[in-house]
């Protein structure tokens, strides 16, 4: 027969002590499931409102950072740094990753200042998104001055603005991928110590352009690329009665381009006359499987004779569905036009 030991305290009528005990574990285990569950819950809140896990740092007047440069100080891995409308006389540099740098609003205008000597934005981190500001009036000693310097990682750029600038976009590493899109680029570029264009980007894997505009870019070309493929689709790259751009697209080392879908015009002040697109320029250092342009619209409004490409390469281009207008011959170089 078993034993029933009653301990001060601890009784409870009608129940052994093995019961009660049983009781208070289940007890425990009931309430800690509970709190692991709320604790579950709290986590799933805050990574539900901030995909990265990192923190949201806000800039603006009554902010805790009152520039962009003082949240990039700061800014860790996964951070999101969102900027109030305004004018900042500011630039900055962002060293950590996956950063997400943003405006909350029309009018966020980041001007004047450059950092390192390089940029109004230097970008130091991997995978960095900028969307929805304008950058604006960089200038540098070496003439190399840019809305965005890219020194390391990839890039994505959506919804910027970039107005009188050196150069809007400038550099690149080795393996990384630059995607623009919905973007304004409007009186960049200087041919002066050195040209410095619309955007020029170096010997990156991938440069993606969709969807946005360059006008009156001045004297270099609109858009450079030594990437191993070029995209530029649905855009619209025009000189205007005031832009005297070099080429409108050139790939100098070869590589894939794809041209398609896009509005493209050479104006009276262009002072290059040779073509609109140039590929091979500066001798082929990319493997060059495939020359792609097809269906754009390209206007010549200057009263001289250009190409619409001008392929250096031994790689046929293949021009198909182009719609041209004025003083324009479709091809120069290898290739077929359908």
């Known amino acids: 027969m078993r034993r029933k030991i009653a301990f001060a305290g601890q009784g409870i009528p009608g129940m052994s002590v093995g019961s009660a005990c049983d009781a208070r574990i289940n007890g425990i285990i009931k309430m800690t499931i509970a709190r692991t569950t709320l604790a579950m819950l709290v ?12 923190a949201t ?4 007047p009554s902010r805790t950072y009152k520039t962009p440069s003082a949240a990039a100080a700061v800014a860790k891995n996964g951070d999101h740094i969102k900027i109030e409308p305004g004018e900042y006389f500011d630039c900055a540099v962002w060293n950590a990753d996956d950063l997400v740098i943003e405006g909350t609003g029309p009018g966020v205008v980041i001007t004047d200042k450059t950092c390192m000597g390089k940029g109004l934005f230097v970008v130091e981190g991997n995978n960095t998104t900028v969307r929805n500001l304008t950058l604006t009036r960089a200038r540098v000693p070496d003439m190399n001055g840019a809305g965005i310097r890219l020194d390391k990682g990839n890039l994505t750029v959506d919804g910027v603005k970039f107005i009188d600038n050196q150069n809007g976009i400038f550099g690149g590493a080795p393996g990384a991928t630059v995607t623009i899109r919905n973007s304004d680029f409007d009186r960049n ?43 530029v689709i649905g855009s619209t790259v025009t000189d205007g009665p005031d832009g005297t751009s070099s080429y409108l697209i050139e790939a100098p080392n070869g590589g894939v381009l794809i041209v398609r879908d896009n509005t493209l015009e050479k104006g009276p002040k262009s002072e290059n006359h040779t073509a609109a697109i140039a590929i091979g320029a500066e001798g082929v250092t990319n493997p060059t499987p495939e020359i792609t342009v097809t269906n754009n619209n390209f206007r010549n409004d200057g009263s001289y004779q250009t190409a619409l490409v001008w392929n250096l390469t031994a790689t046929p281009a293949m021009l198909r569905g182009n719609k041209l207008s004025g003083p324009v011959i479709p091809l120069k170089g290898d290739g077929t036009v359908q």
């Open 189 to 231: 570029g200087t041919c002066a110590a050195a040209c410095a264009h619309g955007i020029y980007l170096e010997n990156i894997d991938l440069v993606r352009v969709e969807n946005s505009r360059f006008s009156n870019t001045r004297q270099a070309h609109s858009i450079k690329s030594r990437a191993k493929r070029t995209e």
């Open 57 to 60: 740092l806000e800039v603006g």
């Open 43 to 54: 986590l799933a809140g805050i990574f539900a409102s901030s995909p990265s896990g990192g």
